[in-house]
Each structure stands twice: as structure tokens, then as C-alpha cells.
Nanobody
Framework: QVQLVESGGGLVQSGGSLRLSCAASGFTLDYYAMAWFRQAPGKEREGLLCANSGGGSTSYADSVKGRFTISRDNAKNTLYLQMNSLKPEDTGVYYC???????????????WGQGTQVIVSS
């Protein structure tokens, strides 16, 4: 069955970096658009970045532009989120999600991971 498993979260100091992974199983990652979301304490879940099937990406959050990068390794069936210059306001649970289609846009997701916690200390 389809599974998405995030990893790579943890505690990091402000200004540091982390790379999150989202290991996909039960389907071919390259056939779907994939996105990263986060949910900060007391806030709603927000979309961050999305990667189209076959290449190209879309940013959903101005707050991470220039600092976060989404990528995918189709050979490993894994999605990544490289996070640099981390700030305390980046603290939250990070989720990956699969779109029902090949290209980013809208909110038509069908599978979500369980999330990985990121804490950025000041």
C-alpha cells in the first residue's frame, strides 16, 4: 500500500541546516507531484514547496523562499526538503504529501506522511 515516511527532523540552532526525507513506497514517486507542509504550534498547516512530476517546483510560502529547496531522487523514490538558515519560527511538524496528479496546484492530495518534528532554538 501507499506509504510516506518522513525523517530527518530534530533540534537545531538558529542559522543551522537540516535535510528532511520523505521515503515513498507502494507507488512510483516520479508519476506524482509531491509537496512539503509544516504545522507550527498553534497554527494551521501551511504549504511550503511542491515538486512537479518530471521536474520543476513551486513555492507556496514566501517565508521559506531562498532558504528551503525541494528535490526528489526518483531512483530512491524519495523526496527531500533542504532547509538552510533556519529560524525559530520554522519550528513545527513537517509533512510530505502526494498530489493526485502530476503537477502542483490546488489541494487535491490523497496521501500524507506522519510528520517529523523540527525545533529551531534561538
Amino acid at each position: 500500500q501507499v506509504q510516506l515516511v518522513e525523517s530527518g527532523g530534530g533540534l537545531v540552532q538558529s542559522g543551522g541546516s537540516l535535510r528532511l526525507s520523505c521515503a515513498a513506497s507502494g507507488f512510483t514517486l516520479d508519476y506524482y507531484a509531491m509537496a512539503w507542509f509544516r504545522q507550527a504550534p498553534g497554527k494551521e498547516r501551511e504549504g511550503l514547496l511542491c515538486a512537479n512530476s518530471g521536474g520543476g517546483s513551486t513555492s507556496y510560502a514566501d517565508s521559506v523562499k531562498g532558504r528551503f529547496t525541494i528535490s526528489r531522487d526518483n531512483a530512491k523514490n524519495t523526496l527531500y526538503l533542504q532547509m538552510n538558515s533556519l529560524k525559530p519560527e520554522d519550528t513545527g511538524v513537517y509533512y510530505c504529501a502526494r498530489y493526485r496528479k502530476r503537477y502542483c496546484g490546488g489541494s487535491n492530495f490523497d496521501y500524507w506522511g506522519q510528520g517529523t518534528q523540527v525545533i529551531v532554538s534561538s
